[in-house]
């Protein structure tokens, strides 16, 4: 089994990560997995060793445009078995024009809720988006979706090729967390030396730092010791550092860039996710791994099934600081005891790459053979 992974580029975003991590993961079940990058950009995310990316087995490479390059990508797919478009759009596009061309089966990979992601943008590029999407969609094999809530909202958009859509949760490196844990080094300067809420990823509209940042005002008026911790880097750096200037956070508040999260979250008060909309939100599972007590808004779509409908984590209306806020004071006084730090982790273990690779690697090979899809991993559809 030959699949082809494309992605725009390696520049760190989750989807990327996660895309890695699968490809190194098939090599496990026998694939001979590979991925192509369509265009050059500084190389951000954690490759796994092996990694083949355009042809080479690499640490950090990236392709650029032309003739040659082109050349290497319709090799690429030639020799492959199925053309996965590893991230939504402009890999679809690819995907689906290589599959045509190079008469090669496509799955198209869903990482996040359009609903919400389409909401901010002009009506025109909405439509522009859905055209493209709803031609991708019609000339895919499949379509997985990494959650029930990103599937549901699929179903909505392109309801005439609902049989194609499947959802398979993203596989959680489980022993790199463990290993990242184990080998951890002394703490480092920006580590609070009290009591600390922490929230991580990209400094952006999507993540709802905004909002943090106010609810965490109305927490240190019930709590004075506790600081807020956000680990991430983005374009919305300097407006988040005047957010916390204006509520006189200095201090209080710090933003130290990205940095290796596992170990922060083993010793953190609370987790918060803060987020407008998601795909599936690994970090909740890596907070939920690392035992600590989490508190994230029911966002489409993802939070809700990461903690178990709320058996693993307090929810709250997303854009809501007023509920973040006291959820947030809430859960600094319930600590997570040894027990529960278990359910957790075993709840999370369902995520391990053991339960899902062999069911990726199952539906690469049905695609490849032109088998019709299983209804297994399709969420029941609401009415």
Known sequence: MKPLFLLPDLGGGGAEAVTLNLVGQLATEGCDARVRLLRDAPVKASLPPNLTVNGREVRASASGGGRREARGLFAAARASDVIVGALELRTYLVAVALGAVCRRPVVLWLHKDLDTFLARKRASIRW????????????????????????????????????????????????????????????????????????????????????????????????????????????????????????????????????????????????????????????????????????????????????????FGTLVPPGNAEALANAIVAALTRPVGGEEAERQREHVRGFAPARIVPTWHRLLRDVAAGRRPSRANMPERSA
């Open 128 to 311: 522009l988006y859905l055209t493209l999407l709803r031609a991708a969609v019609a000339r895919c094999d499949r379509l997985v979706a990494v959650s029930d809530g990103v599937a549901e909202g699929m179903w909505r958009i392109a309801p005439a090729h609902a049989d194609k859509i499947c959802r398979l949760y993203n596989a959680l490196r489980i022993d790199a967390i463990d290993a990242a844990i184990a080998t951890a080094t002394a703490k480092p300067a920006w580590w609070p030396e009290d009591r600390y809420v922490l929230a991580v990823g990209r400094l952006t509209w999507q993540k709802g730092f905004d909002v943090l940042i106010d609810a965490f005002a109305r927490v240190v008026r019930q709590d004075a010791a506790v600081q807020l911790v956000i680990l991430g880097e983005g374009e919305l750096r300097d407006t988040l550092q005047q957010r916390v200037r204006a509520l006189g956070l200095e201090g209080r508040v710090q933003l130290p860039g990205y940095h290796p999260p596992y170990q922060a979250m083993t010793h953190a008060s609370v987790f918060a996710m803060s987020s407008r909309f998601e795909g599936l939100s690994m970090v909740l599972l890596e907070a939920l791994y690392c035992g600590a007590r989490v508190v994230a808004t029911d966002c489409p779509s993802g939070p809700s099934e990461v903690v178990g409908r709320g058996r």
